[in-house]
């Protein structure tokens, strides 16, 4: 089979006007960025058609070095979904330069299931993340300059900076470093850090935003710091929101795009679930849900990552209701969870599969908890047998849940058919019930977390440390204890231990620190040793990438 460059160059691309056009979007709208790739201006959402329509979540079992291919999945299903004559879109997040050239290659999608034209869309794409780090790194040095030129004057010092900088480079060596070195013109020293780009509380705020204004306001209230009368100090004391907003005027319009088989795409936003709220923006999931019947989105990792903040913060604060839920299964991952080695997960491993079905069965539970109809879509790997397909379907069978087999990858829209018709048939059938929330908007933050940890991951017992407790007390005098929480941890297990396969019991989540994104308005915990700038493998993707006679060789 061709690599997946080589089935994306392959693929004649229409004109996106063409694209929008079959959507009914006016085409004197569409702000073309070159002639397959466009921005939608954030105007034309029709809330009464956004209430209407059926939107459809896709999430995994908990992820493993053997992969999932979520993205595939929910570009596929949106091909199916066209095949069996539904006006289906699909709404995806951004990738991040970061995986890019690091662990993943690009995240496009996969095979024949692909958002195009891909290598602008892992790369540089309509400027997104370029507009998200200038924008917060603008407020840093605006903050920067407000502190040197304010030296020694009464009321203007601040004894806690709580804002950083952010970079798209998977960077460890910027987690944790010192600027302002070398003499008092080039600053005051400071003890501060890097981020990546997907962490920024600006990518946060572009992803829950309803408009300009909106995102304008919260700009403005994003929390940099507390000064030495105990107050907090927001980026609108430094009267910088409308110069940071400008900088955000044409990344808040939704990205159209198209899949390998025409079918829209957008493409907005780009917040990691293990380390933010993992999903794609407001105004791109209503911008799909304004012209598409079926619009299929997808929340980041597992389903106790992804999907637990689409539910809690994005469906929470937008107003969304998902008709329906996909979990993605792969027999390599739930072997993976049921202790069969990494080098033996291609081998028939009747027991340990059996084993794996644990995670996924933690999943259910957990999503059915929300009042979600659920579907199992089998993704297909070449290695999967049919003893394999038939013990999964028969443990769906037993647990009265929907079961698809998903072959999108080889075979484009054809291979997703089942899965399509299996969804469409479950929404009319039994669709979602109104989404019930895992904690009271009115819990405290210590409250929300520990039912977070305790009801979905499986936790005894949470502790915090003395930083958290500290900033804790910050959130309350500040009366935000009513925001939403976002827990920043591996993806790799329920716990912070990433070597936690399948489903730990009795273990304490350890909070080491909490982050106040006043502005995006939620409280980010994070659990463990996880890190907001990640690092690079030992052999990073990178070393595969390389221009040949103009033609771009190594993303996948």
């Known amino acids: 089979m061709k690599t997946d460059i080589e089935i994306a160059r392959s693929i004649e691309l229409k004109k996106i006007k063409k694209i929008a056009s079959q959507l009914n979007i006016p085409v004197d709208e569409v702000l073309n960025y070159g002639k397959y790739i466009a921005k939608i201006p954030v105007e034309l959402i029709d809330e009464e058609k956004v209430k209407k ?10 992820p493993t070095k053997a992969g999932i291919g979520k993205t595939t999945v929910s570009i596929g299903l949106a091909l199916g979904l066209e095949k069996i004559g539904k006006r289906a879109i699909v709404a995806l997040r951004e990738p991040s330069l970061g995986p890019c050239f690091g662990m993943k290659g690009g995240a496009a999608g996969g095979g024949y299931a692909q958002v195009l034209p891909m290598e602008n869309i892992n790369l540089h794409f309509t400027g997104d993340f370029h507009a998200v780090t200038s924008a917060h790194n603008m407020i840093t040095a605006l903050l920067d300059n407000y502190l040197y030129q304010n030296q020694g004057v009464c009321g ?21 470093v010192v600027t302002g070195l070398g003499g008092q013109t080039n600053g005051i020293p400071t003890e501060t850090g890097f981020d990546i780009t997907p962490a920024s509380e600006i990518m946060a705020i572009l992803c829950l935003a309803k408009d300009m204004d909106d995102l304008k306001r919260r700009i403005g209230e994003i929390l940099l710091g507390i000064d ?15 110069a940071i907003a400008v900088l955000m005027r044409d990344a808040i ?26 999903c794609n923006s407001v105004i791109a999931t209503k911008m799909a849900l304004t012209y598409g019947d079926y619009v299929v989105t997808e929340a980041g990792f597992g389903a106790d990552l992804g999907a637990e903040k689409f539910f809690n913060i994005k469906c929470r604060k937008a107003g969304l209701q998902p008709k329906l839920t996909v979990i993605v299964v792969t027999a390599q991952g739930l072997k993976m969870h049921g202790n069969v080695p990494l080098e033996d997960i291609k081998k028939t491993h009747r027991e340990g599969l059996i084993k794996g079905f644990e995670n996924l069965d933690k999943h259910l539970e957990n999503l059915k908890n ?11 790997h070449i290695s999967d047998t049919e003893e394999e397909m038939a013990l999964l379907k028969q443990h769906c069978d037993e647990k009265e849940v929907g079961f698809a087999v998903n072959t999108a990858f080889s075979a484009g829209g054809e291979g997703a058919k089942d899965l399509a018709q299996l969804v469409v048939d479950t929404i009319e059938k039994t669709p979602s019930a109104p989404l019930r929330f895992t904690y009271e908007e009115e819990d405290s933050i210590k409250l929300k977390i520990e039912k977070i940890a305790k009801n979905v991951y499986g936790a005894e017992a949470v502790q915090f440390s003395e930083r958290a407790e500290k900033i804790l007390k910050i959130v309350r005098e500040m009366n935000i204890e009513h925001f939403p929480v976002c827990i920043a941890k591996t993806q790799f297990s329920f716990s912070a231990n990433p070597k936690g396969y399948g489903v730990e019991k009795g273990f304490k989540l350890k909070i080491n620190d909490i982050v106040i994104n006043n502005g995006a308005e939620f409280i980010v915990a994070i ?8 690092g690079l493998p030992k ?18």
């Open 53 to 62: 329509n059926n939107l459809i979540l896709v999430t995994a079992i908990t």
């Open 156 to 176: 203007s010092g601040l004894k806690e900076i709580l804002w950083k900088r952010v970079l798209d480079v998977n960077d460890r060596s910027l987690r944790k």
């Open 228 to 242: 030495y009368e105990n107050k907090p100090f927001k980026v609108k004391d430094l009267h910088i929101e409308g």
């Open 253 to 278: 319009n939704p990205n159209l795009v198209q899949t390998t088989e025409h079918t829209a795409a957008f493409i907005h936003g780009g917040p990691f679930a293990n380390i933010a709220h993992g």
């Open 370 to 380: 929300t009042g979600q109809s659920v579907v199992v879509a089998f993704n297909k």
């Open 527 to 534: 659990a463990g040793e996880i890190m907001r700038m990640p």
């Open 539 to 556: 052999i990073p993707n990178a070393v595969n990438m390389d221009i040949v006679n103009g033609i771009i060789e190594g993303l996948s």
